[in-house]
């Protein structure tokens, strides 16, 4: 059963810290880009980054370029997206997904096109 789960989000003031992981489980990882996408109450989903499959390439939306991390574990099967110097505005549901590839590029581009999704976490940036 191919399976991705988040976990780490919570609520956090402005300016604070949280650190998403997404967890795979049912199928093997290292050929798969990840990326990570959120979506707001009454907004459309967006790409926030992704990584790819061997970890030596990033993309990140310019919103949230400087502020958030993305890294792998392919041993641990997790992919991480911490994000620093948070802000009212990244509140939403963070979602990860995965897509099998064979190169090492990664985008958030081809949200229709990604193979595995998980069910999101919730971020709230609040004071």
């Known amino acids: 059963q191919a399976q991705l789960v988040e976990s780490g989000g919570g609520l956090v003031q402005p300016g604070g810290s949280l650190r998403l992981s997404c967890a795979a489980s049912?199928?093997?990882?290292?050929?798969?880009?990840v990326a990570w996408f959120r979506q707001a109450p009454g907004k459309e989903r967006e790409g926030v980054g992704c990584?790819?499959?061997?970890?030596?390439?990033?993309n990140y939306a310019d919103s949230v370029k400087g502020r958030f991390t993305i890294s792998r574990d392919n041993a641990k099967t997790t992919v991480y997206l911490q994000m620093n110097s948070l802000k009212p505005e990244d509140t939403a549901i963070y979602y990860c997904?995965?897509?099998?590839?064979?190169?090492?590029?990664?985008?958030?581009?081809?949200?229709?096109?990604?193979?595995?999704w998980g069910k999101g976490t919730l971020v709230t940036v609040s004071s």
């Open positions: 997904a995965a897509d099998r590839t064979f190169f090492n590029t990664c985008t958030t581009r081809v949200v229709n096109g990604m193979d595995y």
């Open positions: 990584i790819s499959n061997d970890g030596a390439s990033t």
């Open positions: 049912g199928f093997t990882l290292d050929y798969f880009y």
